[in-house]
């Protein structure tokens, strides 16, 4: 660590180590940094939240989009299974966040790609792509920690790319081309710094995670598992829990006379989907395979989003495995960092 | 035209301060009579050999410069450090007259003479767009594939260069990229002893001026720009802002294999030219070296530490193939989620498993129209047969076809995308040398 992010951060700390998925690490705000001992590779109640502020809301078509603000703060990106701490930057004012839905039906939605430029007086003073991301207090959204300048109005310009997930049931058709979104804000230094910071000094690095907060849109949550239709099993792994089930009726872009079969990952106790896996299954029946192949991204209003193929018919007695090729793509604020790396197959008898 | 005497922060005012290189890049990035002159005043006339007397025996293509280049230590071309892009528009109505050639012609020829081609003489191409070739009743013959410039990913909106020629100007005195632009606009008579028999002022209108730098040392000395984070990441080896070399010579078609092979312009190539920002804060804030590496190269390149500092150790090859790294693309998609820039623009090869194209590019600083200062950014040109070559590997790189079926983002973990994004791209057609003068689209 530099020395100037030390004397950003205002505190002292022990030295930790980083790699692996086990040991000393360490989580930080613009404000604290705290070290928690050995965490473990699930899903754990962070040292602290930061409290967030609405700025504002826009649209274009059936995309919404809400964006949201708290002060910066570290969080953890991935490639394959590489995670890495992205530190707080000493030229970063606060972390900006974004949740994009279907207007229609309240549907968040995975798209694949958001970037923004924050502009003030017509001036553009940060533009950068916004990382996919999971956090415990509002699930799947995007951001990043971004600088401003100082107090005033200010326009953030978004640029949605195309959903990346096949669009289901209500969905259809819908979100195939992206759109540009601007929400204009009002920021103030003493609106950030008096945002609610709250620690949890007896429950940090424990199994379990803040519930979500009670926001202005909608969230990411998948469906219970009871609300699932046709459930095949379920099954864990990397601390994800996963429901199998096959619908009633099978997507448009499904071929006439086939199930449709469904897979959906989500987080222990909150229930947020993961996006951004590769997931692949096997059906076999009486020693045959039936199905060997990946599954896609698909997203529904009812099923919420999942990975799902056509195949022939599943039938009692099929064994089913489930496999994570690649875990979920999507950088983590803290508590979500250790799970979803590591993940495997599942096998369920249906 | 900005004087660089009083241009502030990158002015000889405070000159001691400025390094010779930071003060070379500033030069050319200015521009002008006061740039050259600040130039050789501070670092003296660089002593540059002129060229031949007799210009037959230069090449027939104006693209050869690879003879002329010198190598590294493991037969890598390296490339001329200083560069400037003059977009022209071609001045008169309708068609270009005979006169106009010959005098465009001549003004090419006086530079041949003037320097010698090479790093440390002077190398220049001179190419012409679909919409120069508009003017005339016949269109280009079917052995040129020049499309119009567009749009080649969801996620990209350039604006299109639609100028009628761009001039490219190479080599590694900044000074040199400086006289040659001043003489072949006509503002100066003479260059490095040779005296200009024409000027391109009458012809042609400059509606544009990039400029840029390619080269260790060059990069690191002028990292303080937008897109660069405070720290001064780049390192002092890396001849581009993204801090890994490139150009390594298995990973580049040949000259032959971008050559027009028959037709009225047997012996020239396209030239697509894209001025791309560059936002590097994440880049080198949030990404740790593996991630990089992954995303530059190949995720087995991150996995088995096969890049040490900027990548010269990598030979005369990026070990694309020798690591199998464009064959397991998808492979890679599906069970990392990750995949490389190089893995995935290697897919993009001939039947003889031959690179497309060559790349040109090299670093800006330029912000805007203006040349003002300011913005890491890169003007990629590459030179290739056709435009769909272009167009192909540009496929290959966007991975469209990875991230359908994988954890793959359309930009997040899918190579570089994340970090650029295309502002303008234009193509053009580079003649071969005997019809680089407003050549009609069909000359005889």
């Not at chain 1, 928690?36 to 962070?46: I, K, Q």
């Not at chain 1, 995975?110 to 924050?118: E, F, G, Q, R």
């Not at chain 2, 104006?62 to 490339?79: C, I, K, P, S, Y």
Request: charged share 25%.
């Amino acid at each position: 660590m530099k020395r100037r992010d030390v004397l950003a951060a205002g505190a002292t700390f022990g030295l930790a180590g980083l790699a692996g998925c086990s040991g000393t690490f360490e989580t930080e705000s613009s404000s604290q940094f705290t070290t928690v001992e050995d965490r473990a590779e699930t899903v754990y109640y962070p040292g602290h939240i930061d409290g967030m502020a609405m700025l504002g809301m826009g649209g274009s078509g059936r995309y919404r989009l809400g964006l949201m603000y708290s002060l910066p703060h570290a969080f953890w990106n991935i490639s394959a299974r590489d995670t890495n701490l992205a530190r707080v930057s000493e030229d970063v004012s606060a972390h900006l966040m974004a949740t994009i839905w279907d207007d229609e039906t309240g549907t968040v939605l995975p798209t694949a790609d958001v970037s923004a430029d924050v502009l003030k007086d017509g001036e553009q003073v940060d533009s950068r792509p916004l990382w996919p991301m999971l956090s415990q207090t509002m699930g799947y959204h995007f951001g990043d920690n971004v600088a401003l300048d100082g107090d005033g109005t200010y326009t953030a310009r978004l640029d949605v790319e195309a959903m990346q997930a096949r669009a289901m049931g209500g969905l259809a058709g819908a979100f195939e081309e992206g759109v540009t979104v601007e929400v204009e804000f009002e920021h103030t230094r003493d609106q950030l710094s008096n945002l609610t910071y709250e620690e949890f000094p007896d429950r940090m690095g424990d199994p379990g995670a803040i519930e979500p907060m009670e926001m202005e849109m909608p969230m990411s949550r998948a469906p219970e598992r009871g609300d699932l239709p046709n459930v095949l099993g379920t099954g864990t792994t990397g601390d994800a829990d996963f429901v199998a089930f096959a619908p009633d009726t099978t997507p448009e872009f499904a071929d006439d006379g086939t199930t449709y079969l469904a897979v959906s990952p989500r987080t222990p106790y909150n229930r947020y989907p993961l996006p951004f896996m590769s997931l692949s299954a096997t059906l076999t029946r009486d020693g045959k395979s039936v199905y060997d192949d990946v599954l896609l991204a698909g997203i529904d209003p009812d099923l919420g989003y999942h990975y799902g193929a056509a195949i022939d018919g599943v039938e009692s007695g099929d064994s089913l495995t489930v496999t994570v090729d690649a875990p979920p793509q999507i950088s983590r604020h803290e508590g979500y960092e250790t799970a979803f790396v590591e993940m495997g197959e599942m096998e369920m008898t249906v | 035209m900005e004087d660089i005497g009083s241009s502030g922060a990158s002015g000889p005012s405070e000159e001691g301060g400025l390094s010779r290189r930071q003060f070379a890049k500033a030069a050319v990035a200015i521009g002008g009579a006061s740039a050259l002159s600040a130039c050789l005043d501070r670092g003296g006339s660089p002593d540059v050999a002129q060229g031949p007397d007799d210009l037959s025996t230069l090449p027939a293509r104006q693209h050869a410069w690879d003879e002329f280049l010198t190598r590294d230590d493991h037969g890598n071309v390296v490339a001329p450090r200083h560069r400037v892009l003059l977009l022209l528009n071609y001045a008169g109505e309708a068609t270009p007259s005979d006169a106009e050639r010959e005098t465009a012609e001549s003004a090419f020829r006086s530079l041949e003479r003037a320097y010698k081609r090479g790093n440390d003489g002077l190398l220049f191409t001179v190419g012409y767009s679909p919409s120069y070739f508009e003017r005339f009743d016949a269109g280009l013959p079917a052995s040129v594939d020049l499309q119009k410039p567009r749009a080649l990913a969801s996620f990209e909106e350039p604006e299109l260069d639609e100028q009628d020629a761009v001039v490219h100007l190479a080599s590694d005195h900044a000074p040199v990229v400086l006289a040659a632009e001043e003489a072949l606009l006509g503002e100066q008579s003479a260059v490095n002893g040779v005296e200009m028999d024409a000027d391109i002022s009458g012809v042609f209108e400059r509606v544009d001026r990039r400029t840029g730098f390619i080269g260790a040392g060059l990069p690191a000395e002028n990292q303080d720009v937008d897109g660069i984070p405070s720290s001064e990441p780049v390192d002092e080896e890396a001849p581009l802002y993204m801090g890994f070399k490139s150009g390594y010579r298995k990973n580049q078609a040949t000259e032959d294999r971008v050559t027009i092979s028959d037709g009225p312009f047997a012996g020239g190539t396209t030239h697509q030219l894209s001025k791309i920002r560059l936002n590097l804060d994440q880049w080198y804030q949030q990404d740790s070296r593996s991630q990089r590496v992954s995303k530059m190269f190949c995720p087995v390149h991150a996995e088995e530490d096969l890049v040490e500092g900027v990548g010269d150790n990598l030979g005369d090859s990026s070990q694309m193939e020798e690591r199998s790294c464009p064959a397991h693309a998808e492979e890679h998609a599906r069970t990392r989620g990750s995949v490389g820039h190089s893995q995935k623009s290697a897919r993009a090869r001939d039947e003889d498993g031959s690179p497309l194209m060559i790349r040109r590019d090299f670093d800006s600083t330029d912000r805007d129209e203006n040349g003002d200062d300011g913005q890491a950014s890169l003007h990629f040109v590459s030179l290739q047969r056709t435009i769909s070559d272009f167009v192909d590997t540009r496929d290959a790189m966007n991975g469209t076809d990875l991230a359908e079926r994988s954890a793959v983002g359309q930009r997040n973990n899918n190579g570089i995308l994340q970090y650029m994004e295309v502002l303008r791209r234009g193509n053009f057609l580079l003649p071969p040398r005997e019809h680089r003068a407003l050549p009609t689209s069909n000359p005889s």
